[in-house]
């Protein structure tokens, strides 16, 4: 778990947890405190073990939480400790698995009861994968879709600006001068889909086509989003299943 007092660079949906507290410090005009859970450090392969780690969990943030200052809770792939329990597998110690989303539900429940200044960000790229009761206790769902043509032509340029001291700042701006022409709408058509997190990968797959980056042209990052739209579609038609023709 990370405590966090300021803002970090990070992922959209820390961004979207940051965000929340930002606001609440603005608009009461104190200090909120956002508390970042590391879900993935809390199953275990010990016997009960995911349970006892969940409890442990809860018991630290109420520490926190008693204090009485605002607290935004924000916990990440919420469905590694949230998991849909129609989907446990027998074959997987299910028990285990059990015991561990009923504690996190039970765990939950108890703490928004007793510390009414606490307020849970839970985020997920797998909404299936989180059980029926835990989404049923959410007050607010958001679903966040990939970015749209006007966030796309802002995250390329803020990517962009990370070429800065490696090319010209000629360079650069040709570069941006094409991402507002008529090149720059087909490259955005083509990264239609894209995560935000893809669309900065873009530039660093475009540089790959190059030996220096002074070499680079906006033909690269077509060429680029040509290969990443052919992948994304590959895995849309193949459910995300790699596929390889070998040869002797």
Not at 7 to 16: E, K, M, Q
Not at 157 to 182: K, T, V, Y
């Amino acid at each position: 778990m990370a405590r966090q007092n300021q803002p970090r660079a990070s992922g959209l949906p820390n961004a979207w947890a940051r965000g929340l507290q930002n606001q609440n410090t603005n608009g009461l005009r104190g200090d909120a405190l956002l508390l970042s859970v590391n879900s993935h450090a809390l199953p275990s392969g010990e016997r009960g073990g995911t349970q006892k780690n969940v409890l442990a969990l809860f018991r630290e943030l109420g520490e926190i939480a008693s204090a009485g200052q605002m607290t935004f809770i924000h916990i990440d792939e919420v469905e590694s400790i949230g998991t849909n329990r129609a989907d446990v597998s027998p074959d997987t110690n299910p028990l285990d698995t059990l015991y561990a989303v009923n504690a996190f539900i039970e765990s939950l429940d108890g703490f928004v009861r007793a510390h009414r200044n606490t307020i849970f960000v839970l985020t997920s790229n797998l909404p299936r994968a989180i059980d029926r009761a835990v989404l049923e206790r959410v007050d607010l769902a958001l679903h966040v879709p990939p970015p749209d043509s006007p966030a796309r032509r802002c995250i390329l340029g803020d990517a962009l600006n990370e070429l800065e001291g490696l090319c010209s700042p000629e360079h650069l701006a040709l570069l941006r001068h094409h991402l507002h022409s008529e090149a720059g709408n087909r490259l955005l058509n083509l990264c239609e889909g894209l995560s935000a997190r893809q669309l900065r990968h873009l530039l660093i797959a475009a540089l790959t086509c190059v030996a220096d980056p002074i070499a680079l042209d906006f033909s690269h990052l077509c060429q680029a989003a040509e290969t990443l739209h052919a992948q994304a579609e590959h895995h849309r038609q193949t459910g995300g299943i790699y596929t390889h023709d070998f040869t002797n």
